[in-house]
C-alpha cells in the first residue's frame, strides 16, 4: 500500500502566550505543554458543520444529548478523514428537513471537502452517534449512525466515496434510543461485531414531563423519568448479516440509560471486554467471558458507582493506561459536582477510584462532560485527557446563579503516573470560549505526529483544533492491518485489527495501546494508535498481541513515521511524518 | 502594651478577674445592642453600658494586677504564661513561656503554645519550628499535630501528604476514643495534670466534645455564640478595633469620641414630647399613632435628623414606601454619615421592589461609609434576592475583612452557602477555613471544612480535617464513610477498614458506607464478606434508586394532573 501524504500547508497563527512555562516533566521527556497550543481550523479548512438540534418549547430530551462524529480514513489515502452526525427536529418537519450528516474528505492539504452528496449517506431520522469498522473485511471501513427515532443506519463502504445503506439485510437497525456504538470482534472469529448502547424509553410521551412552568424556564427532564433500556450486541454471522445476541450473551437482561461505550480487554485476557457509562444509574462492566457470554462485572470490579457508593451521570468513556502500568484504566465524565471518574486498574480484575488523587475530580466539578478522549498531546509518553463539556439544562443560568450551558472545554495533562493537571488556560483559544460540548475525538489530521481535535457542539458548529507544537516530542503513528489465520488456535484477525494490543517499548519505557472502535461520546478516535515518545528517537521494540491471538514484534523503528503493520508481514509502509 | 483578648479561658482565670472581665463584656454587648437604634431611644442605654465598661475595665485591670504579682511570687512561668494569654497579652505571655521552656525544655505543650503565640504574631517560621519541636518530643499529641498540619498547609512547597502524616501518627489507624487511657492521664498542653475520668472509656456522642485535648483558642467574645454578624456601626468601627486587638481604654475613648457624633445619643429629640410618645406607639405596633406624633415631632424640632429617621420607619412600617423614602432621604440629608438612616432607606426601597434604587443607595453609602457592615449585608440580601450570587460573595468577602463584634462564622457560612451554590469549592474551602480558626474547638466546623475538601478532590486536607473533628468528638456515619473511602483510595486498607465497620454499625443502611467496606473487604482478600458487604449494598442502592424513580414518576404524575387541569379550565 502506498500512502500520499502531501504537506500540510494550513498557516498556524502564533501564539505568543503558549510560552507561559509552567514546570514540566522530568528527565528526557521534554515539557511540550510550553509550547503546545490548539487552534480552530475549521472554517478555514472547509470543515464547516453546524449541528442542528431543533430544539423546541416542548423541551424533547434530543434535543439536548447530541450529536457525534468520528475520524476514520473511509478513502485508505492516509489522510483520516471526518464524519459529523446531525440531529434534527422532534418538533418542526422543517428544521428537520434541514439536518444533514456530513463526510469531510480529507485532502490532505489542510483543506477538507464535503464530500456527502455523492456519499449516499442520507439524514434518515434525528441522528446521535457513529462508529466505524470494516465489518466486511474488504478493506474499506463501514460506517454505523445511531438515531434517536428511527432505526439506526449501517453503511457499507463501495469504494470512491460511495456508501449504501445495508440496514435491512445486516438487521442492525436497532429501534431504541440509541447513542453510541463501537465495533469489536467479541467472539474472536475474525468478523467485527457491533455493541450499540441504548439511552432511555418513553421519553416521546412525556417530553417536558408535564412541567407547567412558563416557557422560558421549563426544562428538559431527568432521564430518571423515563424507561431505561438495553444495550445491544450483534453478532457478525459473516455472510452480511448480523444477529441480534444480546439476550444470549448476558447483555439483554441490564437496562440502564446508556450513553458511552468503550470496548478494551481491561483484564488481558485476550477478550475484548464492553463498558457502558449509564446517566444516572450505576455503570456496565460486560466481562467477556469467551464464550459468547458476557458477565456484568461493574460493582465487582469498581467501576458501576464512584467511591462512595452512588451512581454519577455517566457520559463519555475511554480506556487508556495513564499511569504506565500496562494496565487500561477507564475515565467516565460526569454531571457537574460529580467529578469525572478516573478509575485506576488494579489488575486484579478491579479499579481503584482515582478521581481525588488524579487531579480530574477537582477539575471537573463544575463541568458537566460529555466527549472524553485519551490522547498524548504533547508527545511526552502518557496518556493526556481531553474533555468537552456543556450543561444540558439550556436555561440553566436562569435557574442557577453562576451556572453555565456552554462551558469550557478541558485539557488535562498527565505529569506522570497518572496525576493530571489542568493546563487548558495555556492551550490556546479553543479552551478558552464555552461551548456546549458533546463529542471529543483524537486524530493526526495533517500527519505531523502530534494529535488533534474535532469537537461537535449541541446546536453549534464543529470544530477542528489543529495542535501547534505537540510534535515537538517525537511521536510513531501505527496504522495496523489485520488478516491471517493464527496457526495455533485457528482464529483470524478482523481487518482493522480492532482489539489488537500494542506493547511499545523505547528508551526503557514501555507504553500499552489498544486499537478500538467507538468510544468518547458518540465518536471515535483516528483508527491508528499513537504513541508519543518525548525525546526517544527510537523504538526498541513494538510487540503486537494480534486479535487472532498471535504475537509479532518488530524493533529498531524510527520515530516521526507512520508505519503500517500487516499482520504476520511486519512493516509493509511507512512515511514520514509532513512536518 | 496591647492586649490581646481570651475569654475563652474564663474559667482559667482567677475568680474575681474572671467576675470583672465578665462585665466588662456585658457591658459591651449592651453597648452593642443598644447602638442598634431601631426606635431612636436608646441612647440613654448607650451612654450608660460605656460607662460600665469603663468601671468594669478599671475593677478588672486592678484584679488582674493582683494575680499577675501572686503567679510572678510563685515563679511559675508556664501558669505566668496562661494568664498572659488569657489576659490578652501575647508578648508578656511569650516570654513566659520561653521562660518555661527554658526550664523545661521537654514540656511538648510549651513548645505549642509558644507556636500558637508566635503564629498570632504572625511569625510563621518561628511558629512551624515551635509545633515540629512540640511534635518531636510528643508525636502523639493530636492537638499539636494539626497545628503542625496547619501550619504546613500555609506552604505552598509542602506536599499535602507530609501534613497528613503526622496526624496519622498522631492519632493512628482510627478515630481516637476520647477517653483512651493515654489521652486521660496525659498533661494537657502546657503540663496541668489531666484527671481520668470516671468508668469506662466511652465514645463521643454526635456533636458534642468529651476531650481533654483542644486547642487554646483566643477572642474577647466567643465567635460563635452569635447567630448572626454582629457589625460594629461604621461611625464605631475604629473602637471595636482597638478592642479586637486588647488596646480596651483606647476602644473606650474610641467609643465615646463616636458617640458625640452620633444623632441617636446627641439628637435628644426622642427622648420626650411627640416623638418619645410616637417612638412608644411604635414601640406597640400603632402605626397611625406613631406617624402622626413624629410628624409633630419634625415640625417642633428642624434641625433633628432622628426625628426624621425615625418618621421614615415608621412610615416604612405602616406601609406608606414613597413617605417613608421621603423622610428617610431628609434624615440623610441633616446626618449624611447616619448610617441607619441610609441601610434603612436601603431596605424599604428593597421590599417594595425597587431594586435597582436600593443598590444605588446602598453602594452609595459604602462609599460614603466603607466600614459599614450592615451595609454590605444588606446589599448582599438584595444580591440574593435577585439571584446575582457572585456579587453577594463578593459583598461578603468584604464584609469578612471588617472587624465584628462577634458572628463572623455566621457570616462565613453564609459564604460558604453562595459559594457552594455556584459550585465553587475552593471558595467554600475558604470561607469555613476561616470559620474553623475561630472555633478550632467545634467538631463540627472541622467536620464542614473536610467535607468540602472532600467534595473538591483534596482528600489528604480532608482527612486532617476529619480526623480532627473525629478527635473532638464529632462521630457520625458520614464522616466515617467519608474517611474510610479516603482511606480506600489512598490504599490505606486496614485503617478503612476500621473506620467503615464504625460506620456501618451507627447507620446500616449507610449505602456509601456498605459500598466502601465492600471494596475495602475485596481488596483486603476477605473475599466472602466483601461480596456479602456489596450484596447488602446492592440491595440498599436498589431501595435508593426505586425510591428515587417513584418520586420521579410522583412528580410527573402530580405536573400531569395539573396539566390536565389547567387544559380543561378546572
Known amino acids: 500500500m502506498v500512502l500520499v501524504m502531501p504537506r500540510w500547508v494550513a498557516v498556524l497563527p502564533g501564539l505568543a502566550f503558549t510560552t507561559l512555562a509552567i514546570s514540566g516533566t522530568a528527565g528526557q521527556w521534554p515539557d511540550a505543554s510550553k509550547r503546545v497550543a490548539f487552534d480552530d481550523v475549521s472554517k478555514r479548512s472547509g470543515l464547516v458543520f453546524t449541528h442542528v438540534n431543533g430544539a423546541s418549547p416542548d423541551k424533547h430530551l434530543a434535543e439536548i444529548m447530541g450529536s457525534g462524529g468520528l475520524f476514520f480514513d473511509f478513502d485508505n489515502d492516509g489522510w483520516i478523514d471526518v464524519f459529523l452526525v446531525d440531529g434534527g427536529s422532534k418538533a418542526d418537519p422543517r428544521v428537520s428537513g434541514t439536518a444533514r450528516h456530513r463526510l469531510f474528505h480529507n485532502r490532505g492539504n489542510g483543506s477538507f471537502e464535503d464530500v456527502t452528496a455523492n456519499s449516499g449517506i442520507r439524514h434518515l431520522a434525528y441522528g446521535m452517534g457513529a462508529c466505524a469498522g470494516d465489518y466486511d473485511n474488504d478493506g474499506l471501513t463501514d460506517l454505523y449512525v445511531t438515531t434517536n427515532d428511527g432505526p439506526n443506519v449501517l453503511y457499507r463502504n463501495r469504494g470512491n466515496g460511495a456508501f449504501t445503506d445495508i440496514t435491512t439485510t445486516a438487521r442492525v437497525g436497532s429501534p431504541l434510543w440509541s447513542t453510541s456504538c463501537a465495533f469489536a470482534d467479541v467472539d474472536r472469529d475474525g468478523r467485527l461485531d457491533l455493541f450499540v448502547t441504548n439511552y432511555v424509553q418513553g421519553a416521546e410521551e412525556n417530553p417536558f414531563c408535564g412541567n407547567t412552568h412558563p416557557e422560558k424556564l421549563r426544562m428538559y427532564c431527568h432521564p430518571l423519568n423515563f424507561r431505561p433500556s438495553p444495550s445491544v450486541l450483534y453478532h457478525n454471522a459473516g455472510d452480511g448479516a448480523f444477529t441480534d445476541v444480546s439476550a444470549g450473551a448476558g447483555i439483554a437482561s441490564f437496562t440502564g440509560n446508556g450513553l458511552g461505550v468503550a470496548v478494551a480487554d481491561y483484564d488481558d485476557d485476550l477478550w475484548p471486554d464492553v463498558f457502558v457509562a449509564n446517566d444516572g444509574v450505576p455503570n456496565f462492566l460486560f466481562h467477556n467471558k469467551g464464550d459468547g457470554r458476557f458477565t456484568e462485572l461493574a460493582l465487582v470490579a469498581g467501576v458501576a458507582v464512584a467511591s462512595d457508593g452512588k451512581a454519577r451521570a455517566g457520559m463519555g468513556t475511554a480506556f487508556g493506561d495513564v499511569d504506565g502500568d500496562g494496565r487500561l484504566d477507564l475515565v467516565v465524565t460526569n454531571h457537574e459536582t460529580e467529578m469525572h471518574s478516573l478509575f485506576r486498574n488494579a489488575g486484579n480484575g478491579a479499579f481503584t477510584d482515582a478521581t481525588a488523587s488524579s487531579g480530574i475530580g477537582p477539575a471537573t466539578l463544575q463541568h458537566v462532560g460529555f466527549g472524553v478522549a485519551f490522547a498524548d498531546y504533547d508527545n511526552d509518553g502518557d496518556l493526556d485527557l481531553a474533555i468537552v463539556n456543556g450543561h444540558v439544562i439550556d436555561n440553566i443560568a436562569m435557574r442557577r446563579s453562576g451556572a453555565k450551558h456552554a462551558q469550557k472545554r478541558l485539557l488535562m495533562q498527565n505529569t506522570g503516573a497518572g496525576r493530571f493537571r489542568n493546563v487548558s488556560p495555556l492551550s490556546g483559544p479553543p479552551f478558552a470560549v464555552e461551548k456546549v460540548g458533546r463529542t471529543v475525538v483524537w486524530g493526526d489530521v495533517d500527519n505531523d505526529g502530534d494529535l488533534d481535535l474535532l469537537v461537535t457542539n449541541n446546536g453549534q458548529q464543529a470544530e477542528l483544533l489543529l495542535n501547534d507544537g505537540g510534535n515537538g516530542g517525537n511521536a510513531l503513528l501505527l496504522r495496523l492491518i489485520g488478516g491471517s489465520t493464527s496457526l495455533t488456535t485457528g482464529t483470524m484477525s478482523n481487518r482493522d485489527a480492532i482489539g489488537a494490543r500494542v506493547r511499545l517499548t523505547s528508551g526503557g519505557r514501555t507504553q500499552v495501546r489498544e486499537v478500538t472502535s467507538g468510544s468518547s461520546y458518540l465518536g471515535q478516535n483516528d483508527p491508528r494508535l499513537h504513541v508519543g515518545l518525548g525525546a526517544g528517537t527510537i523504538v526498541d521494540r513494538v510487540e503486537i498481541r494480534w486479535p487472532s491471538g498471535q504475537t509479532e514484534v518488530v524493533q529498531n523503528v524510527a520515530a516521526n513515521q507512520v508505519i503500517v503493520i500487516r499482520e504476520g508481514a511486519g512493516i509493509v509502509a511507512s512515511t514520514r511524518f509532513q512536518r | ?570
Request: hydrophobic share 45%.
Open chain 2, 1 to 570: 502594651m496591647s492586649r490581646v483578648c481570651a475569654l475563652v479561658f474564663l474559667l482559667l482565670l482567677p475568680a474575681p478577674a474572671a467576675a470583672q472581665k465578665g462585665a466588662f463584656i456585658e457591658a459591651l454587648l449592651e453597648f452593642h445592642s443598644a447602638l442598634s437604634g431601631t426606635y431612636g431611644d436608646e441612647g440613654p442605654r448607650v451612654e450608660a453600658a460605656l460607662d460600665r465598661m469603663d468601671v468594669a475595665l478599671e475593677a478588672w485591670n486592678a484584679e488582674s494586677r493582683l494575680a499577675e504579682a501572686s503567679l510572678r511570687a510563685a515563679s511559675d512561668s508556664s501558669a505566668l504564661a496562661r494568664f498572659f494569654l488569657n489576659e490578652g497579652r501575647p508578648a508578656d505571655a511569650l516570654e513566659a513561656v520561653e521562660e518555661a521552656i527554658r526550664l523545661k525544655p521537654e514540656r511538648a505543650g510549651l513548645h505549642m503554645l509558644r507556636g500558637v503565640l508566635l503564629g498570632a504574631d504572625r511569625r510563621d517560621a518561628d511558629a512551624l519550628a515551635s509545633f515540629q519541636r512540640a511534635w518531636a518530643l510528643d508525636p502523639d499529641d493530636v492537638v499539636n499535630a494539626y497545628l503542625l498540619a496547619d501550619a504546613l498547609s500555609t506552604r505552598p512547597s509542602e506536599p499535602p501528604e507530609r501534613q497528613l502524616a503526622s496526624l496519622l501518627a498522631a492519632i493512628g489507624s482510627e478515630p481516637p476514643s476520647p477517653m483512651s487511657g493515654r489521652d486521660a492521664t496525659r498533661p494537657d498542653s502546657t503540663g496541668q495534670a489531666v484527671r481520668p475520668p470516671a468508668g469506662p472509656p466511652q465514645r463521643p456522642s454526635v456533636g458534642t466534645s468529651t476531650r481533654r485535648a483542644s486547642f487554646i483558642q483566643v477572642g474577647l467574645i466567643d465567635d460563635s455564640a452569635s447567630e448572626a454578624p454582629q457589625f460594629s456601626r461604621a461611625a464605631y468601627a475604629d473602637g471595636v478595633a482597638a478592642l479586637a486587638n486588647g488596646r480596651y481604654e483606647d476602644a473606650i475613648g474610641l467609643f465615646r469620641a463616636a458617640m458625640v457624633r452620633d444623632p441617636l445619643v446627641v439628637d435628644h429629640v426622642a427622648r420626650s414630647g411627640p416623638a418619645a410618645r410616637g417612638v412608644a406607639a411604635l414601640r406597640q405596633g400603632q402605626t397611625t399613632d406613631a406617624v402622626a406624633d413624629l410628624e409633630a415631632a419634625v415640625a417642633a424640632a428642624p434641625s433633628s435628623s432622628e426625628a426624621r429617621r425615625l418618621l421614615g420607619v415608621a412610615h416604612a412600617t405602616a406601609g406608606n414606601v414613597d413617605a417613608s423614602l421621603k423622610w428617610l432621604a431628609e434624615a440623610i440629608r441633616v446626618a449624611p454619615a447616619d448610617e441607619r438612616a441610609h441601610i434603612a432607606m436601603g431596605r424599604v426601597l428593597m421590599e417594595a421592589g425597587r431594586i435597582e434604587e436600593a443598590e444605588r443607595v446602598l453602594l452609595d453609602t459604602l462609599r460614603l461609609l466603607p466600614a459599614s457592615g450592615r451595609t454590605r449585608w444588606a446589599l448582599a440580601d438584595l444580591y440574593e434576592l435577585t439571584g446575582r450570587d457572585a456579587d453577594a460573595i463578593d459583598q461578603l468577602e468584604q464584609a469578612a475583612t471588617l472587624t465584628m463584634i462577634a458572628g463572623k462564622t455566621a457570616l462565613l457560612l453564609r459564604l460558604a452557602s453562595f459559594a457552594h451554590e455556584l459550585l465553587d469549592e475552593e471558595r467554600v474551602i475558604s470561607a469555613f477555613t476561616r470559620q474553623t480558626r475561630l472555633m478550632r474547638n467545634n467538631p463540627l466546623a472541622h467536620r464542614s471544612l473536610g467535607l468540602a475538601y472532600h467534595r473538591a478532590g483534596r482528600d489528604v486536607e480532608a482527612l486532617v480535617e476529619l480526623l480532627v473533628s473525629s478527635h473532638l468528638g464529632q462521630e457520625d456515619a458520614e464522616t466515617l464513610a467519608v474517611m474510610g473511602q479516603i482511606h480506600l483510595n489512598a490504599g490505606r486498607l486496614t485503617m478503612a477498614e476500621t473506620m467503615l465497620r464504625r460506620a456501618v454499625a451507627i447507620a446500616p443502611d449507610s449505602a456509601p458506607a456498605r459500598y466502601a467496606l465492600s471494596r475495602t473487604l475485596l481488596g483486603l482478600d476477605k473475599e466472602e464478606e466483601g461480596r456479602q458487604q456489596l450484596a447488602e449494598f446492592e440491595r440498599l442502592q436498589e431501595r435508593l434508586l426505586d425510591e428515587r424513580r417513584q418520586k420521579y414518576e410522583n412528580d410527573l404524575r402530580e405536573r400531569n394532573e395539573r396539566l390536565r387541569g389547567e387544559t380543561t379550565g378546572k
